[in-house]
């Protein structure tokens, strides 16, 4: 079903681009924290939440209040288990969910096309 909507949205195109772009960050992620692992001798791992803090605190706040003027639930059922998952696994899962949605529809098998 989302294929198709994406399909119909023409954007099957910017939904693959986006996706390789995000994978690739997601993947540059893996790597920071394999060095940073590395250079501390122990298992580094940066969650989602400490990618967005370190953004301006004045767009994260804005972003905060956002989403709890729409759904005040979503902080505690959605966000905080959300921030705990690490950055480079969450950028490589939706860079491939992206890919996914983006791709051609496939040929069916055993029709026949000609007379």
């Given at each position: 079903m989302l294929r198709t909507v994406a399909?119909?949205?023409?954007?099957?195109f910017i939904s693959r681009a986006i996706g390789l772009v995000v994978m690739a960050a997601g993947f540059v992620q893996l790597c920071y924290d394999g060095a940073r692992s590395i250079a501390n001798n122990?298992?580094?791992?940066?969650?989602?939440?400490?990618?967005?803090?370190?953004?301006?605190?004045?767009?994260?706040?804005a972003l905060r209040s956002a989403i709890e003027g729409v759904a005040p639930w979503a902080d505690n059922v959605l966000l905080?288990?959300?921030?705990l998952v690490p950055a480079s696994l969450f950028g490589l899962a939706l860079g491939a969910a992206l890919i996914w949605l983006?791709?051609?529809?496939?040929?069916?098998?055993?029709?026949?096309t000609g007379p």
């Open positions: 399909r119909f949205l023409g954007l099957p122990g298992l580094r791992i940066t969650s989602l939440a400490d990618l967005i803090q370190a953004l301006p605190q004045e767009r994260t706040a905080a288990p959300l921030g983006g791709q051609p529809p496939r040929e069916p098998i055993g029709f026949l």
